[in-house]
């Protein structure tokens, strides 16, 4: 893709299952890719310190206030039972302190902020929006 050609790349609850490497390749290409006054908006970012459990939690409430508790409890038995907990526990997610995606980011060529709030239904995930530096 042409360079400077997009004006909003949002990668949501994907950089978990990138390794460290992976991850910079992919900033460094969205950041090529960014008009000027575009954005990436990188959501789901897992902390180091919070585990599987506010997983479990997060979409338990979810599927309550939203009216399916009953799916999110079948999902959650099927996962369990599937290759993905076993790879899960196996391998691991990736995980960043705010501090670490920020240098991650930076070292991309961004300008970053964190997000008040995550963008997906995870309130202990991150999300962050990053931004070429502007130019005066
Ligand atoms: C939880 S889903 C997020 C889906 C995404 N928000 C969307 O709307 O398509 C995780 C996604 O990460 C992708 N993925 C997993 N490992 C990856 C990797 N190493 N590089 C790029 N994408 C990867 C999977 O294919 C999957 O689509």
Redesign the pocket.
């Given at each position: 893709m042409e360079d400077q050609s997009i004006d909003l790349v949002v990668m949501?609850?994907?950089a978990q299952?990138?390794t460290p490497e992976?991850l910079d390749g992919a900033l460094l290409n969205i950041r090529r890719l960014l008009t000027p006054s575009g954005k990436l908006v990188l959501g789901d970012i897992l902390q180091p310190e919070v585990g599987m459990g506010r997983d479990v939690m997060a979409l338990l409430s979810f599927g309550l206030r939203h009216g399916f508790l009953k799916d999110a409890l079948i999902g959650l038995i099927s996962t369990a039972l599937s290759d993905y907990r076993q790879l899960r526990s196996r391998i691991g997610l990736q995980r960043y302190s705010e501090d670490e995606i920020t240098a991650k980011l930076t070292a991309a060529g961004f300008a970053v902020q964190r997000a008040q709030t995550n963008v997906g239904h995870n309130r202990w995930r991150m999300t962050f929006i990053a931004r070429p530096p502007v130019v005066r």
């Open positions: 949501n609850s994907v299952y990138m992976e």
